[in-house]
């Protein structure tokens, strides 16, 4: 709270989110304490989708763990200051070192989360991971769900029994303008959703305050009175005092006041929801990971900005809560105990038990015997091994008069791929349904579609050559009707390399027109989360696709591709052209360990392909020196250009101007020694900033420890 509260102070309009980590402040402890394992050399670790707008209690923890340092966390939202700053959400792109997954578009992180729990055993039946008992947690506002790419998936993962998936819910009933359900229950209606699609659904719904009293509910006078008061009632319990309670809660049924007759208004007023009962939630948890055969959602009912009191504690301004004044923050220090005096209370400084205090203990001693800290993100561990030139040859060498389109020489690469004795069993097909659109069902009875549970008929193409082949071990991912799934596919492959150290390869073919237009969003996620591997836009441009006229003619894809930085775009012409630009990308991306993607489009014209030119693979920069010469000639032939094929100079090559052919009566006056332009080769610099100077600044207060060395030391 404080690092939030002190860079407003700094700077106007900064920013920052309080009360999301405040409501889910328990259900992240007990995860930090219990539960997330990180990754030694015996297991590979657990997998958190942390809330977007919870970072800034994830920084608070990381800095108690001195993972973080004092400058940092007080430079939050200013990246860019002359000491390092905090990034505003998690973005791997801007902490390379810290986040594994960009989470803050809301709606993007459950259905990613749902799809790398779906890779790791993808991985795992493939034989590319040895099996373990590896979770992955998503952390999912309630207000979130609203949003399609939650809700889409949720089928996928009890289809394919992801008992390695957990989902926690912080249902504080909120979103940012008002209640998620201000005239229903929006924990019953996830319940019914989640149970409907063969989820396993724990409820942590009423903290231990409640437990004598549901233990006289012997007719159910309680129960009944928790069901029937609406989310926006209880939203407006949690601002109104404990006179208010009873009357309007209990006061229903005289029954009810019989049971709280001996509390007081006090005690009614403080009687916690569950997903601030540490034990209720760790009973969840446990119970969760124990679960086996279909994934698990925990819903636990929050309060939002819980703790702020007067000034945001489920008040429906608390997402905007930036600041606190003195006496709200002398309330907040005052109901946890944190021991900051009034003296200085109002300088919102950080605390920071000392390290040899029972709490800083407890918190190491956890996160060592879990395995380490989170999150973090791995670098890539090893290069691969660039399949040999001859894979690529037949591409370059022309089709003579046979015609193809850019599609089939595509396909027929990416099976020569598949067959590598290398990098073959790395490579990860993505396909929504259009597989026989793309010509690409050839490869279905070859490399098999990945089922988990096999193929439990027969299929009634089984007679075909091409018949349609599920297998456990299968390396196609048909994904269906779903390009956001596809995607999120492509993302936990493609970001495999860091987040379990094995270099897949995903080749995801889609409809060029329903690529970007309508997932752009995780596009951009995948280019934050430092993704590789090639999206191929297939029937691009002007379609052949008899009939599907305007709604399937893709002429932008190209303009929304130029939009992310990290994503190199093609239209290659010929299959000499994708052949390089794919040979070179996996170098790049694999072998040089460069974090980018591709995007190729390929069409379905069909037409004949030339053998690839001299010089063209080594590539180079056309330089150019000269733009006008000075020429003696009749005026009626003075040329209105001067034309030369720059594609007949090779690489290290230069044009001079005595290399120029002039027109009939012309005379070149300029320096004929003079350079025109050149073919250069392309240089690839990694530059490294110089640190910047700064001139010394005043260092914020830590409360609570004695000032040391290390805690002044930038990214410890």
């Known amino acids: 709270m404080a690092m939030v509260v002190r860079a407003n102070r700094q700077e106007e309009g900064i920013g920052g989110h309080i009360s999301t980590y405040a409501s889910a402040a328990t259900l992240y402890e007990v995860g930090f304490n219990h539960f997330f394992r990180g990754r030694t050399d015996k297991h590979s670790g657990d997998l958190v989708y942390f809330q977007g707008h919870a970072a800034p209690g994830n920084y608070a923890r990381a800095f108690l763990e001195g993972r973080i340092s004092l400058e940092q966390i007080d430079n939050f939202r200013h990246e860019l200051h002359d000491k390092p700053g905090l990034s505003s959400y998690p973005h791997p792109w801007l902490m390379p070192d810290f986040w594994n997954f960009p989470t803050v578009s809301m709606g993007l992180g459950p259905i990613m989360a749902i799809y790398h729990a779906r890779l790791i055993r993808y991985l795992e039946d493939r034989g590319l991971k040895n099996p373990s008992d590896q979770k992955v947690w998503a952390f999912v506002g309630d207000g979130e769900t ?9 089928s996928l993962a009890s ?3 992801l008992d390695n998936l957990i989902f926690i819910v912080n249902c504080n009933l909120q979103r940012l303008d008002g209640p998620v359900r201000g005239n229903g229950k929006i924990i019953q209606e996830l319940e019914a959703m989640f149970r409907g699609a063969g989820w396993n659904v724990i409820k942590v719904i009423w903290g231990d305050d409640w437990d004598p009293l549901l233990e006289k509910d012997k007719d159910g006078l309680l129960v009944k009175r928790m069901d029937e008061v609406v989310d926006g009632q209880y939203q407006r319990y949690v601002v109104e005092s404990g006179e208010y309670i009873r009357k309007d809660f209990f006061g229903k049924d005289p029954r009810l006041l019989e049971m709280v007759k001996h509390y007081s208004d006090e005690q009614l007023q403080k009687m916690r929801r ?5 034990e209720k939630v760790y009973a969840a948890c446990k119970a969760a990971v124990e679960h086996k055969g279909s994934p698990t959602i925990i819903l636990a009912q929050t309060i939002k900005g819980y703790g702020l009191g007067a000034s945001g504690e489920g008040r429906n301004i608390t997402h905007q809560q930036k600041k606190l004044n003195e006496e709200e923050l002398r309330a907040f220090r005052s109901r946890f105990g944190i021991p900051i005096s009034d003296e200085d209370v109002g300088k919102a400084p950080f605390y920071r038990p000392p390290e040899d205090s029972p709490e800083m203990k407890y918190l190491q001693e956890r996160r060592k015997a879990l395995g380490g800290y989170l999150p973090v993100r791995h670098p890539m561990r090893s290069k691969l091994r660039m399949p040999g030139d001859k894979l690529f040859n037949e591409f370059l060498q022309g089709t003579g008069d046979r015609e193809i389109a850019t599609t089939m020489a595509l396909v027929h690469m990416l099976s020569k791929l598949m067959q590598d004795d290398e990098i073959g069993k790395l490579i990860v097909p993505i396909i929504p349904d259009e597989a026989r659109t793309f010509g690409m069902d050839a490869l ?3 490399f098999g579609i990945y089922s988990h549970t096999g193929q439990l008929y027969e299929p009634v193409d089984k007679k075909n050559l091409l018949y349609y082949r599920e297998a456990r071990d299968g390396q196609i991912l048909e994904e269906g009707i779903t390009e956001a799934g596809a995607m999120s596919s492509f993302i936990a492959a493609g970001t ?3 987040n379990h150290g094995i270099n897949t390869i995903p080749f995801f073919t889609f409809y060029s027109m329903f690529g970007f237009q309508r997932i752009g969003d995780l596009i951009w996620a995948a280019a934050d989360a430092r993704c590789k591997g090639f999206l191929i836009g297939a029937t691009s441009g002007r379609t052949t696709l008899a009939g599907e006229g305007l709604q399937h003619q893709d002429g932008n894809s190209h303009l929304l591709a130029l939009t992310v930085p990290n994503l190199l775009a093609y239209d290659p012409a010929y299959a000499f052209e994708i052949a390089v630009i794919v040979q070179e990308g996996i170098r790049r991306m694999y072998e040089r360990g460069e974090d980018i993607f591709y995007y190729i489009t390929v069409t379905n014209e069909k037409y004949p392909h030339p053998p690839m030119p001299e010089g063209v693979k080594e590539g180079g920069v056309l330089q150019q020196a000269e733009n006008e010469l000075q020429l003696e000639c009749p005026v009626r032939h003075i040329p209105e250009e001067i034309k030369y094929l720059v594609t007949e100079i090779k690489l290290n090559e230069r ?7 002039l027109s009939e009566g012309a005379t070149l006056v300029s320096d004929p020694e003079a ?5 250069t080769e392309i240089q690839e610099e990694l530059a490294e ?14 409360i609570g420890e004695k000032p040391s060395e290390e805690q002044e030391t930038p990214g410890e």
């Open 146 to 154: 609203d949003e399609p790419e939650s809700l889409g998936a949720i």
């Open 159 to 161: 289809r394919e029994h």
């Open 274 to 278: 569950g997903g601030h009962d540490p």
């Open 444 to 446: 279905f009875r070859k």
């Open 496 to 498: 495999a390399y860091s």
């Open 655 to 661: 044009l001079y101007m005595k290399d120029l052919e």
């Open 675 to 679: 350079l025109v332009c050149s073919v």
């Open 689 to 702: 900033e110089a640190p910047a100077e700064s001139e010394k600044s005043d260092e914020p207060e830590v």
